[in-house]
């Protein structure tokens, strides 16, 4: 493991402590938020107290399955990346980060469909994994005539990134495809929801993420489960059998509760056999790309750099 922008450390770190001394007047989120609560939530960015951006440039649709996606087409297109969002499985939206998306776009001349994929509580697992899973068939079947290109790639944060997995090996374990989706972008996802040992050791510091918040967000995505039910390899994809996956980025953050997550599912992903680049940012907390950082510019840098280039 190589720990990476140790010379960002004071900054990151800083930005650390703005944030717990912020979130101490903050309510503590309720295991079931009411309905009024939600959409005031999910009405704001990821992250932060105001509504997202919304550019032009993104276009809504409904492809096969009645999933809605969000799409952005530049001028000149390599690839297609099929993103899906973070946010607990209950929050977040495609419209979420539009100047992300498109910056991305156009830089790493990729084709962006983001999943606009069901919510819990009002719709558990399976219904998010379902509707990512139809777009990335949707994808496979029609990206040639719909984008000029069979180069798909696959990725996502949070929950964006564990719901990437998932749609992997769905689509090899469901429909026999592997090979499709040529590379994974992975940052800072929950891949064991039984909770790894940094998510059950991490305690109640007020980040983005601890480990209080992440065991309700687990009870709102699959209500009623157990961690034994919820070792199962359809819901924890640290417990699948990895063979036959793409190769993949997964990133994650020293101060991260999903730290062992990425850590694992890299050891596991590499020991498959598939190529993977690990990368763990010195001081950062989880969710840290949805802010001004310069750890922040680093790995956005990074992520469209192998994007740009994976699977070609």
Known sequence: MTITDEDCLTETLAFNDQFEAAAANRPVREAAPDAALLASLRRNRLGGDTPPVRLPHGQGRVVEGGV?????VPDHVDGVYLHIHGGGWAFGSADGQDERLWLLAERARLAVVSVDYRLAPEHPFPAGPDDCEAAARWLVQHAAAEFGTERLLIGGESAGAHLSVVTLLRLRDRHGITGAFRAAHLLFGPYDLSMTP??????????LSNTDSLRRTYELFTPGMGAEQR???????????????????IVVGTEDPLRDDSLFLAGRWQAAGAP?????????????????????????????????????
């Open 68 to 72: 809605k996606v969000r799409v952005f």
């Open 231 to 249: 070792r199962d390899p359809e819901i924890s994809p640290l417990f699948a059998d990895l063979a036959g996956l793409p190769p993949a980025r």
């Open 276 to 312: 993977v680049q690990l990368g763990v940012v010195a001081g950062a907390m989880h969710g840290f790309t949805l802010f001004p950082l310069t750890v922040t510019e680093r790995e956005l840098r990074r992520e469209r750099d192998f994007l740009s280039t994976a699977g070609r």
């Open 198 to 207: 940094s998510q059950r050791s991490f305690g109640s510091k007020r980040l």
